[in-house]
């Protein structure tokens, strides 16, 4: 097992000085570039500096750079520099950027903090549809926490049930006496490719070790009104990875699935120079830290709904739900390609949305319902069907939720009961 770990905690906030080092400066200044890759040495450096600011009271405190390991699988998250624990908070290490979706994928309720880096002088090429082209080093996490209830123990399996942002402070910080960490996945992209990685963080908070065999963790939801649910949530093993990363059958690479155009085209809160919270569109904010390049004027750029806002159609709230829940798997090339039911956002044929489309398979997975969708009755639709199922034969998706999600089932109901139309006798 780990033979260099390091503690995630390391007690040197008296000598901090926040403000010195955090990428947020560069809301409006693009940093400078040119410093080559990240090597053994600058980590080195980081470590002396850091010994320095110790020294000298509030100076720059430097922690060591993010380390990309172009190799291997470090035992331990803190391997690779992208987090610091400090002063309560589990913060984001300098030029680790938090990113958001406009809609995101629904995983038992559980809140995820997302970080992007590149090492300086690299950035990611646009693309208007696809997973953006990300240069050798770059390295995407995804930490999935909840909300602790107040008053119950630490250790108690009570987590709150909520759609919100609570525990989470603006430039990504989380706040560690109010949240629960479960894992952290990483996505690292090497000269071979992208690598998936699944850390679990302890009971202590304090550090999250790779765990090849995925892992269950045993949680009770409770909603604000003080409704109960049990959940058994699950911790994907490295395979199950692969179940929904590798989105294309055809090259069985691994692929990001969020950093697309559509998703990231959003606006984001990032803490300015003077603490205060500067708003920015996501996708000008990649430009400006140089982590992105090839990005046409705003206007050019698609964006999805975010599912949750009334503001927005229902219509463009159920395909952004659809796109990023089912879309990896459920495209031409994907996973789910023999089911014939493509749901990323830009299709528009009705057949190929489930408008009154025969399922491949009859029995079980069906229900006794004849079509993926039967216009204004979403009762009889199957799509319904298998989102709320939790049967682990039937339920979509197929993997990554053991409660349902009522919220978004509710979304789907709405958009099915406002089409209209018979499927008449087809089948
Ligand atoms: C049920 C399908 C599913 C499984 C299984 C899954 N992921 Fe993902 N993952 C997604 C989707 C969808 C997104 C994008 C939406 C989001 O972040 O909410 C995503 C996002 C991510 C991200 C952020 C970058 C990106 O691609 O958007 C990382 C990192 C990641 N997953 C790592 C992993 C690792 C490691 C595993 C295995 C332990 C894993 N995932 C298993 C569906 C899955
Ligand atoms: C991890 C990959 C994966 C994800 C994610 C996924 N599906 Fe599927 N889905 C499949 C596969 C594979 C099939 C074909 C085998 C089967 O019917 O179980 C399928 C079949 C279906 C069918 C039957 C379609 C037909 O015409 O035969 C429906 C309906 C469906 N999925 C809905 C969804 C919805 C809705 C979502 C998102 C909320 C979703 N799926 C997410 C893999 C996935």
């Keep these: 097992m780990a033979t260099r770990t390091r503690p995630a905690t390391r007690r040197r906030s008296a000598a901090r000085c926040r403000r010195c080092r955090r990428w947020t400066s560069s809301v409006v200044d693009r940093p400078s570039r040119g410093r080559g890759p990240l090597s053994r040495l600058v980590a080195l450096a980081g470590a002396v500096a850091l010994a320095a600011g110790l020294v000298s009271g509030c100076r720059p405190a430097h922690p060591p750079p993010v380390a990309f390991h172009a190799e291997g699988q470090p035992e331990s998250l803190s391997e690779w520099h992208l987090f610091d624990m400090a002063d309560g908070r589990l913060e984001l290490n300098e030029r680790v950027l938090p990113y958001d979706l406009n809609s995101a994928l629904f995983t038992d309720y559980a809140h995820k903090l997302r970080t992007v880096w590149m090492p300086e002088g690299t950035s990611a090429h646009y693309d ?37 942002h609570e525990g989470q402070l603006p430039g990504g910080q989380l706040e560690l006496d109010k949240v629960r960490l479960l894992e952290t996945r990483l996505l690292v992209r090497r000269e071979s490719g992208w690598v998936a990685l699944p850390y679990v963080w302890n009971a202590e908070q304090t550090e999250a070790r790779l765990m090849r065999a995925g892992d269950l963790v045993p949680l009770t939801l409770v909603d604000a009104s003080g409704s109960r649910e049990e959940a058994a949530y699950q ?12 989105s294309d059958l055809s090259t069985r690479e691994f692929q990001p699935i969020g950093p697309k155009a559509r998703h990231l085209n959003r606006d984001l809160a990032y803490p300015g120079v003077d603490g205060e919270a500067v708003v920015a569109n996501q996708l000008a904010q990649w430009q400006r830290m140089g982590y992105l390049d090839g990005l046409p004027e705003a206007s050019a750029v698609p964006r999805v709904a975010n599912w949750q806002d009334a503001a927005e159609s229902v219509d463009a709230r159920a395909r952004a739900y659809l796109d990023i829940n089912c879309s990896h798997c459920h495209s031409a090339a994907g996973p789910g390609n023999t089911s014939g039911l493509w749901l990323a956002s830009d299709v528009s044929e009705p057949l190929r949305l489930g408008r009154c489309k025969l399922p491949i398979a009859a029995g079980h997975g069906t229900g006794d319902r004849r079509f993926d969708i039967v216009p204004g009755k979403p009762d009889e639709s199957i799509l319904t069907y298998r989102m709320i199922s939790t049967d682990p034969g039937v339920m979509m998706p197929e993997l990554g939720r053991s409660v349902t999600h009522a919220e978004g089932v509710e979304l789907i109901r709405e958009w099915i009961a406002a089409q209209h139309g018979e499927c008449g006798n087809t089948g």
């Design 128 to 164: 208007a549809n696809e997973a953006f082209d990300f240069p050798v080093g770059t390295i995407i996490s995804k930490t999935f926490y909840y909300p602790r209830i107040e008053g119950e123990p630490r250790d108690s399996q009570a987590v709150l049930r909520s759609q919100g």
């Design 235 to 246: 911790v994907p093993d490295q395979n199950q990875c692969a179940g929904c990363h590798v």
